[in-house]
């Protein structure tokens, strides 16, 4: 559900992990939503997840202040591009842009044989 760079880290994880104070519970927002969405598919609540008008097939996940972007591989992989504190409405189509790069490193991969998916657990 996240993607791990060369170095091993996830910059998601390290974002989530990083939200203190009053934040602490817009992660945990944000969490049981990403949870829900790795096992039940999409979001229909758009003031939980919504699509991204202009952008090509990457979501917003919201929990209070933060928004995680995120896109489908295959119809079925969440792939979790990152996350921030909520981005003012200009800023969102530079964010979604990001994963839109991603997705299409992630194409990419594929193609070549060296996309490792890795289920959570192992």
């Known amino acids: 559900m996240t993607t791990v760079g060369e170095d091993g880290r996830c910059a998601l994880v390290e974002f989530l992990d990083g939200l203190e104070g009053e934040l602490s519970g817009d992660r945990v927002k944000v969490l049981r939503r990403l949870r829900y ?8 609540n758009e003031e939980q ?12 996940l919201k929990g209070g202040a933060v928004r995680v972007f995120y896109f489908f591989d295959r119809d ?3 792939i979790c591009s990152h996350g921030v504190l909520k981005p003012k409405k200009k800023q969102v189509l530079g964010e979604a842009r990001k994963a839109e790069l991603l997705r299409e490193e ?3 991969a594929r193609q070549v044989g060296a996309l490792v998916i890795e289920e959570e657990g192992r």
Do not use: N, T, Y
């Open 37 to 44: 969405l790795a096992e039940q598919g999409i979001i229909r």
């Open 49 to 60: 997840s919504r699509r991204i008008e202009g952008a090509d097939r990457v979501f917003e």
């Open 106 to 108: 992630v194409a990419r």
């Open 76 to 78: 079925c992989i969440v």
